[in-house]
């Protein structure tokens, strides 16, 4: 599934092709994706695209009428074409613009969603109980360690908790817990403030260096110039299971937290 750096990467590429351009037309090929593609959606056709911006892992293409949410799902992704390029299998919208170029969106699995809401984001079901971004400054050892109070469930799926903070896939809560040397399965409410400060300076890190080498490299994942992320390389958990520790050479452990495949290392991850 693409996860903060892979949809904020495709909001990098697309918006410079979509800000202050005029919508001609949106085609609908295939409206059954997560949740049926609602008939509202048109509303943006005839509208000047303001801006592009990311929240969570939705995009949101502003205008004057109203806003476009757009989630890629587990395998959806982005392409600016010419209006004229052939459509391909598991082409399902195409938002056309005047310039005679599309914004075209490709998902196999068909999970990803695209809606339409006339009022701020902020009250948007989807977007209203979000925590903060992981790069904000309102994401910090102090709001962390206030989320986690009393919280007895394992640190990982803490992080990966999208009211505590959001975009922390599991890609990113392998690396970063490894990075600050806490135990995937250790008690969130356990953790004192230092290591959670050590914490909150790895997942704002390892978020960044991945959206400025391009998103991470997934099977299902291309970004708006259809080249793939590299950040995969830089992985030293995330599905390293059974391999060395690329710190301590120890052989790395690989758990299910969540139904999520957890990778650890358990002489470094001793906290």
Same mark, same amino acid.
């Given at each position: 599934?693409?996860?903060?750096?892979?949809?904020?990467?495709?909001?990098?590429?697309?918006?410079?092709?979509?800000?202050?351009?005029?919508?001609?037309?949106?085609?609908?090929?295939?409206?059954?994706?997560?949740?049926?593609?609602?008939?509202?959606?048109?509303?943006?056709?005839?509208?000047?695209?303001?801006?592009?911006?990311?929240?969570?892992?939705?995009?949101?293409?502003?205008?004057?009428?109203?806003?476009?949410?757009?989630?890629?799902?587990?395998?959806?992704?982005?392409?600016?074409?010419?209006?004229?390029?052939?459509?391909?299998?598991?082409?399902?919208?195409?938002?056309?613009?005047?310039?005679?170029?599309?914004?075209?969106?490709?998902?196999?699995?068909?999970?990803?969603?695209?809606?339409?809401?006339?009022?701020?984001?902020?009250?948007?079901?989807?977007?209203?109980?979000?925590?903060?971004?992981? =790069?904000?400054?309102?994401?910090?050892?102090?709001?962390?360690?206030? /989320?986690?109070? *009393?919280?007895?469930?394992? &640190? #990982? +799926?803490?992080?990966?908790?999208?009211?505590?903070?959001?975009?922390?896939?599991?890609?990113?809560?392998?690396?970063?817990?490894?990075?600050?040397?806490?135990?995937?399965?250790?008690?969130?409410?356990?953790?004192?403030?230092?290591?959670?400060?050590?914490?909150?300076?790895?997942?704002?890190?390892?978020?960044?260096?991945?959206?400025?080498?391009?998103?991470?490299?997934?099977?299902?994942?291309?970004?708006?110039?259809?080249?793939?992320?590299?950040?995969?390389?830089? =992985?030293?958990?995330?599905?390293?299971?059974?391999?060395?520790?690329? /710190?301590?050479? *120890?052989?790395?452990?690989? &758990? #299910? +937290?969540?139904?999520?495949?957890?990778?650890?290392?358990?002489?470094?991850?001793?906290?």
């Amino acid at each position: 599934m693409p996860e903060l750096p892979e949809v904020e990467v495709t909001k990098q590429g697309v918006s410079p092709h979509l800000v202050d351009q005029t919508v001609r037309d949106l085609v609908i090929r295939n409206a059954s994706l997560r949740w049926p593609v609602p008939d509202i959606c048109k509303n943006i056709i005839g509208q000047t695209i303001k801006q592009v911006r990311r929240r969570a892992k939705y995009l949101l293409i502003d205008t004057d009428a109203g806003i476009t949410i757009v989630h890629l799902g587990m395998s959806g992704s982005l392409r600016i074409l010419p209006a004229n390029t052939p459509v391909e299998k598991h082409d399902h919208i195409d938002l056309v613009l005047e310039n005679g170029r599309v914004l075209r969106y490709n998902d196999p699995r068909r999970f990803g969603a695209w809606l339409w809401y006339e009022l701020p984001e902020d009250g948007h079901p989807l977007l209203s109980k979000l925590g903060p971004e992981p =790069l904000s400054d309102g994401f910090n050892p102090q709001h962390l360690q206030q /989320a986690l109070t *009393n919280k007895k469930k394992a &640190i #990982k +799926l803490c992080l990966m908790d999208n009211h505590i903070v959001v975009g922390v896939g599991n890609i990113y809560a392998n690396e970063a817990l490894f990075a600050a040397g806490i135990h995937p399965q250790a008690a969130a409410g356990n953790i004192d403030i230092d290591r959670l400060t050590i914490l909150v300076a790895e997942v704002k890190q390892i978020l960044a260096q991945a959206i400025k080498q391009g998103g991470t490299t997934l099977k299902d994942f291309t970004n708006a110039d259809g080249k793939p992320g590299y950040f995969a390389q830089k =992985l030293h958990v995330y599905g390293r299971g059974g391999e060395t520790c690329t /710190a301590c050479g *120890n052989l790395l452990s690989e &758990i #299910k +937290l969540g139904q999520r495949t957890t990778v650890f290392c358990g002489v470094c991850q001793s906290h």
